[in-house]
T-cell receptor, first 112, second 109 residues
Framework: IAGITQAPTSQILAAGRRMTLRCTQD?????MYWYRQDLGLGLRLIHY???????GKGEVPDGYSVSRANTDDFPLTLASAVPSQTSVYFC???????????FGPGTRLTVL | GQNIDQPTEMTATEGAIVQINCTYQ??????LFWYQQHAGEAPTFLSY??LDGLEEKGRFSSFLSRSKGYSYLLLKELQMKDSASYLC??????????WGAGTKLIIKP
């Protein structure tokens, strides 16, 4: 692994289903983030984690949950998907909240 | 509220110079970032400004005026590969990044 990986690359999901988007980084970065990117809007922060064992809510946390059991992994779960959660999801990490963020390749999620 | 404004789209000619502007109104300021994002790909870091003035990095330069809530990204000697979206982001008082919607730059031969 080099950098940040996300899985799956894309997914079509029926409304009401549960889905977990995976994110793994091998840079030993303390901070990790989940964003969604929608056409015509800037990246919007869903949840973040400044260090393993802690998480926080971003701008649009409703309908999503995260966990940070270790430094490398930061999964994002949609408990019951809705069509408005159709988006491209990016995971990012940084070695501290002060520094630049490095992004994973993204997951394109469609909820029908 | 917090707001980052950038033009939606710009067009420039290969070999020319283009300036992409960004104005911001945020709760606090702890630095401004520029990222490049090619279509279908992840954003990649270009530059960071925290003090007023110009930061130069090869063909790319970024300028900041904190008193005016204003930044620009200057791209020189444009190449076709510079066709991408350019995202402006401000780190607020909570150390979270607030993102603009991005400027799509189209380079014509």
């Amino acid at each position: 692994i080099a950098g940040i990986t996300q899985a799956p690359t894309s997914q079509i999901l029926a409304a009401g289903r549960r889905m977990t988007l995976r994110c793994t980084q091998d840079m030993r970065h303390n901070a990790m983030y989940w964003y969604r990117q929608d056409l015509g809007l800037g990246l919007r922060l869903i949840h973040y984690s400044n260090t393993a064992g802690t998480t926080g809510k971003g701008e649009v946390p409703d309908g999503y949950s995260v966990s940070r059991a270790n430094t490398d992994d930061f999964p994002l779960t949609l408990a019951s998907a809705v069509p408005s959660q159709t988006s491209v999801y990016f995971c990012a990490s940084s070695d501290s909240e002060n520094n630049e963020q490095f992004f994973g390749p993204g997951t394109r999620l469609t909820v029908l | 509220g917090q707001n980052i404004d950038q033009p939606t789209e710009m067009t420039a000619t290969e070999g020319a110079i283009v300036q992409i502007n960004c104005t911001y109104q945020t709760s606090g300021f702890n630095g401004l970032f520029w990222y490049q994002q090619h279509a279908g790909e992840a954003p990649t870091f270009l530059s960071y400004n925290v003090l007023d003035g110009l930061e130069e990095k090869g063909r790319f330069s970024s300028f900041l005026s904190r008193s005016k809530g204003y930044s620009y990204l200057l791209l020189k000697e444009l190449q076709m590969k510079d066709s991408a979206s350019y995202l402006c982001a401000v780190r607020d008082s909570n150390y979270q990044l607030i993102w603009g919607a991005g400027t799509k730059l189209i380079i014509k031969p």
